[in-house]
T-cell receptor
């Protein structure tokens, strides 16, 4: 069975600083996808970044980057130059190759301090 | 990105009545749609997966007779909460995909309050 664990219920960071959100997962499969989703106060789920497990290179999207450690089954999200609009719940999720559904972690609430 | 519209955004209904929530993919054909339930300050809990033209697959512990899912077309799935009770009050979210390994796009969610 797939599991995704986010061990940080809450994190806070000063505006313009860098913050890293942790995520670990467990699967016996070798092919899968990993995601970070953002859920702002509007509750709309927004895809932040996606990583294919077969790719060694860490995905980046502007200020957002991941540190994907396949052997350690770790998938952390780094947010650089934090902005007030980054305040949200962040969910890590995994999806097996050939499967349809996402498995979500418990979420981390990120607060940005001005 | 693709747009998924969920309607209504919020609804209040009386105990014992049924309420229908719609999920539409506006600019793409969704072969698969998903329905989630989210309690306050918690993660998304998958309720069921629906494929167009076939019966939904429910997750363990989800009552299929209570949460009726219909995916009659490639752009519309509906979730009907039958004989609603206060404990059914929650935030319901749908998502849609065009294929197996494609990105999931989410609706804006529906807040259901049963009084």
């Amino acid at each position: 069975a797939q599991t995704v664990t986010q061990s940080q219920p809450e994190m806070s960071v000063q505006e313009a600083e860098t913050v890293t959100l942790s995520c670990t997962y467990d699967t016996s499969e070798s092919d899968y996808y990993l995601f970070w989703y953002k859920q702002p106060p509007s509750r709309q789920m927004i895809l932040v970044i996606r990583q294919e497990a077969y790719k060694q290179q860490n995905a980046t999207e502007n200020r957002f980057s991941v540190n994907f450690q396949k052997a350690a089954k770790s998938f952390s999200l780094k947010i650089s130059d934090s902005q007030l609009g980054d305040a949200a719940m962040y969910f890590c999720a995994s999806q097996l190759e050939g499967a349809q559904k996402l498995v979500f972690g418990q979420g981390t609430r990120l607060t940005i301090n001005p | 990105g693709a747009v998924v519209s969920q309607h209504p955004s919020w609804v209040i209904c009386k105990s014992g009545t049924s309420v229908k929530i719609e999920c539409r993919s506006l600019d793409f054909q969704a072969t698969t749609m998903f329905w989630y339930r989210q309690f306050p300050k918690q993660s998304l809990m998958l309720m069921a997966t629906s494929n167009e033209g076939s019966k939904a697959t429910y997750e363990q512990g989800v009552e299929k007779d209570k949460f009726l899912i219909n995916h009659a077309s490639l752009t519309l799935s509906t979730l009907t909460v039958t004989s609603a009770h206060p404990e059914d009050s929650s935030f319901y979210i749908c998502s849609a995909k065009t294929g197996m390994n494609t990105e999931a796009f989410f609706g804006q969610g529906t807040r259901l309050t049963v009084v």
